[in-house]
T-cell receptor, first 114, second 116 residues
Framework: AQRVTQPEKLLSVFKGAPVELKCNYS??????LFWYVQYSRQRLQLLLR??SRESIKGFTADLNKGETSFHLKKPFAQEEDSAMYYC????????????????FGKGTLLTVNP | NAGVTQTPKFQVLKTGQSMTLQCAQD?????MYWYRQDPGMGLRLIYY???????DKGEVPNGYNVSRLNKREFSLRLESAAPSQTSVYFC???????????????FGDGTRLSIL
């Protein structure tokens, strides 16, 4: 079974402060991890994926297999970063074939105050 | 480039009414998904279609049916709506969940459904 835990439902920081959104996962195989972002009343958008090892909008996330974590970080938060952030894990699920299943965490609502 | 298009955007139903949510994608993706999003629950998978002609249950399928009409379209039907089905529904698509690689999912704008 695969599981994604985002321990913080709400996170509030001031503009210019560092921000870290936590994500821990449980999966027996080799996972692929994603961060999705949803701005107010908009569709979910892919923010970044660990395999790309890239920085998007100043955000980075490193996969730590030892700690089974994939925390999202940004050194200086901006007001436009206020949104709901979802961590997601994609892993193989056997069900008479071989499908990749995407499991989402419950999300963290980030508010960046001026 | 529309991506994933959902209709309608909003709908209010009475308990017991039926309706179908439509979803279409123009990215030639093989796999399509229906999720519901509820406060404090995140996204939960209702049904998915790995490829044209196949559908499978997700985490919360009860009260719903789906049809993969063709490669582009994947509809979600509520046969007898209940207040517990008040939610925001998202359709998504991906290149293919059997391709051997983990491709990201692309989402529609969502349908806000209220059942009175």
């Amino acid at each position: 079974a695969q599981r994604v835990t985002q321990p913080e439902k709400l996170l509030s920081v001031f503009k210019g402060a560092p921000v870290e959104l936590k994500c821990n996962y449980s999966y027996s195989g080799s996972p692929e991890l994603f961060w999705y972002v949803q701005y107010s009343r908009q569709r979910l958008q892919l923010l970044l994926r660990h395999i790309s090892r890239e920085s998007i909008k100043g955000f980075t996330a490193d996969l730590n297999k030892g700690e089974t974590s994939f925390h999202l970080k940004k050194p200086f938060a901006q007001e436009e970063d206020s949104a709901m952030y979802y961590c997601a894990l994609s892993g193989l699920e056997w069900s008479g074939g071989s499908n990749y299943k995407l499991t989402f965490g419950k999300g963290t609502l980030l508010t960046v105050n001026p | 480039n529309a991506g994933v298009t959902q209709t309608p955007k909003f709908q209010v139903l009475k308990t017991g009414q039926s309706m179908t949510l439509q979803c279409a994608q123009d990215m030639n993706h093989n796999s399509m998904y229906w999720y519901r999003q509820d406060p404090g629950m995140g996204l939960r998978l209702i049904y998915y279609s790995a490829s044209e002609g196949t559908t499978d249950k997700g985490e919360v399928p009860n009260g719903y049916n789906v049809s993969r009409l063709n490669k582009r379209e994947f509809s979600l039907r509520l046969e007898s709506a209940a207040p517990s089905q008040t939610s925001v529904y998202f359709c998504a698509s991906s290149e293919g969940i059997r391709t051997g690689s983990n491709q990201p999912q692309h989402f529609g704008d969502g349908t806000r459904l209220s059942i009175l």
